[in-house]
C-alpha cells in the first residue's frame, strides 16, 4: 500500500475511513445543483484510508 505524504496528493473511494487528533471547519458546501456535500479538516497526524472502492472508474 502506497502512503502520499506531499500536499496536493488526492485520495477517491466510494467511503473513506480517517483519523486525527483534531476535526476542524466542518462545513456544508455545494455538491451539484440542489445536491449538498459536507466537508471537515483533519489536522495534526492526520491518516486516511480507502475502506470501499469506486465500483465504476473512467
Not at 6 to 33: E, H, P, Y
Request: aromatic share 6%.
Amino acid at each position: 500500500m502506497s502512503i502520499h505524504y506531499k500536499a496536493g496528493d488526492a485520495l477517491k473511494g466510494d467511503m473513506l475511513i480517517g483519523r486525527a487528533r483534531k476535526l476542524t471547519k466542518l462545513r456544508t458546501v455545494v455538491f451539484s445543483g440542489r445536491h449538498k456535500s459536507q466537508q471537515l479538516m483533519l489536522q495534526e497526524n492526520a491518516f486516511c484510508r480507502i475502506e470501499k472502492k469506486l465500483r465504476f472508474v473512467k
